[in-house]
């Protein structure tokens, strides 16, 4: 007799938890070449706003942990995703239609990328602070402190690799996560967020939610209480990207600006990954005192 | 009491007629409450509607600090806050009171001046209720001479689970007296149950009638410093106490939500029951009222939601 089926509708990822869209929609996620796979929660607004109370909740217990916890966590997630190599590299190759050697390659340089910004969690400050020279009996001091809340589109194409790309450096400085995954392939970030959750991250630290960046993107980049804004996934699509920074203007939000085509994740990321949602704070101490 | 008719007279008469009334009301049915409370919550309440019901719901706020490290100076922000609760936008409603300890209330009155928002007090060894009576009353006194507009008294939930009705019933009948000002008017009477406490909402019907038989002008579910605090079901079975009473006595009583109710939507659903069960009129902040702290912030959040088309966050609105 034949094995029935589980057909599988995965959920969103908030506050910890993994509850259906508030708005009760899915959509079907096909692979590759276009046949049906399983159902992902189609996110809507209201989504998009639990996930930013609970990420602001979250926000100031994760930027208080010390720089060196936040790397043991983070490391402690890439252990987590290559526990799960067989599940991501399947996903992958779902997702993306690549070879099981790419997919496989692409696994590995993920978890080498969580390990790689693990280690600069207690280093950035090292690199970017900096003791200032003053005219003055002054210690002037200037050190590195998250942003807060980062509203990140997530890449369209790499479902993996980009997805990791784009959130350990935020997680690392000690910001939290609104995470919109890629439309078409978002299996690989439900499964992520199952590592997460199953990992020391705290709820709320990353929310993952499966859907439209294009309608999404808008409530996000509106949000008052979302302090920046990563646009890569909405690459590719110049008057979206320009719409959204015009909203992001009204409370100042930090904006990474959409390239003009997705990246090639592959190459070692440069320091502005992580510098570009940091807020430098300079202090002034007497000397001598 | 000369307001009440013959047919209750009679009930507060003596210890015995009091628990026979008392337990002769008909039984909650808890399952049944809790069920009708859920399903009024899944009332869908857009745009206009939505609108006017925050707004309603703001002005039916008593905004409310009572903690131990309450200052002069916050008594004073929060007293401000309940005149202008957004600043930014002329066209948001007062709230309808400010709810302090009774040491407070000068300094609430004097900030508030001419707004017309009240002062409401809790009085009678808040939040226990463990004191002697006239311990209690002298509060109450101490709290009305000061310019409290409104007292809200604990019960003794101890005499009350043990059955001492008449006692509780005396006590709230000594203290609406003592709201009485030398120029013989009185501040109101808000009644507070701890529902919390009670254990059966057949306890709470009776504690409702109880109350009401006594001359309360509100009745309070909770201090808010007792988990749980206002839960739908327990609102509810007051709601429906009130209407009643209002039947037999031509006598309307006011119902208080006080405690645990944090979100827009869930002022909403109380606003739904209020309609549902009571009736609309007691859609009125004279006689539906909200204790509440971060509520405001929240239905102001939405507020602002509504009329800039963005979310807002609690970074644009003050700390309370």
Redo the contacts between chains.
Sequence with gaps: MSRVDVRKTYKLFIGGAFPRSESGYSYAVNDAKGKFVANAALASRKDA?DA?VAA?KAAGGWAARTAYNRAQILYRVAELVEDRRPQFVAAVQQSEGLSAARANAAVDASVDRLVWYAGWADKLTQVVGNANPVAGPFFNLTTPEPTGVVAVLGPQQSSLLGLVSVIAPVLTTGNVVVLVSSHDRPLPAVTFAEVLATSDVPAGVVNVLTGSAATLGP?LA?????NAIDLVGVAGDPALATDLEV?AA??LKRVRRAPAAEPDWTLTPRLDTMTDFLELKTVWHPMGV | MPTLTTEFADVTGSEASMRRFLHGLPGVDQVGAEARAASLGTRSIKTTAKAHAIDLAISMVDLTTLEGQDTPGKVRALASKAVHPDPADPTCPQVAAVCVYPDMVAIAKETLGSSGINVAAVATAFPSGRAALDIKLADTRDAVEAGADEIDMVIDRGAFLSGRYLQVFEEIVAVREACTREDGTAAHLKVIFETGELQTLDNVRRVSWLAMLAGAHFIKTSTGKVQPAATLPVTLVMLQAVRDFRDSTAQMVGVKPAGGIRTSKDAIKYLVMVNEVAGPDWLDPDWFRFGASTLLNELLMQRTKLTTGRYSGPDYFTLD
């Design positions: 706003r930013v602001r409530w509106s949000h008052m209480d979302v909203a009204d409370n």
